[in-house]
């Protein structure tokens, strides 16, 4: 697929380890010219743990917003070089000390293409055994609880789940069948 707007040169403007910020100057198919803010950010996973009908979530502070808002477990790697599914075992894990015994990919969505690259996995995990969580330091005050499907359906419902992934990961899980 050709690009319908034509990038004529690019900066970066901002760079941490977690995300580079490049502004590009650019040129639509009409001939005018203008700029494209692009944050890049890796890929990431978001994992529904799932077991009678329990799908946990975890709360944490999230900074940008101010507030603690309960969302299903989710995150990425500095390294893009693991699996999409490695990273899914891995993050619920290390955030709910869940071990999935089966995890499924049920797709792939870009988290806010107008501006950003970086889009996430869906994964649905069942057949659970509890281990310990491994919590990182960005991770301090994070808690877990199962909640019924029923029950986060109306979270998200009456707004107490504001967390756009975790609203677009239950959807598609409930269109495919698999809650």
Known sequence: MSAEIKTLGS??????RWMTVREDAIERPSGHTGIYGVVE????AVIAAVQDRQMYLVEQYRYPVAG???ELPQGSWESSA???AALAAAELR???????ND??????????YGYSTQGYDIFFATDLTQSSAQI?????????QPFTVDDVEQMILAGQIKDATTVAAFGLLKMKGLI
Do not use: M, Q, S
């Not at 995890?103 to 870009?110: C, E, K, S, T, W």
């Not at 990182?136 to 877990?144: A, D, F, Q, W």
């Open 103 to 112: 995890i499924r990919h049920v797709g792939h969505l870009f988290l806010a």
């Open 41 to 44: 950010k890796a890929d990431f």
């Open 11 to 16: 900066k970066t403007v901002y760079a941490n």
């Open 94 to 100: 290390e955030e709910t000390g869940l071990i999935a």
């Open 82 to 84: 693991i699996a999409p």
């Open 68 to 70: 603690r808002y309960w």
């Open 136 to 144: 990182e330091p960005e991770e301090h005050g994070l808690v877990t």
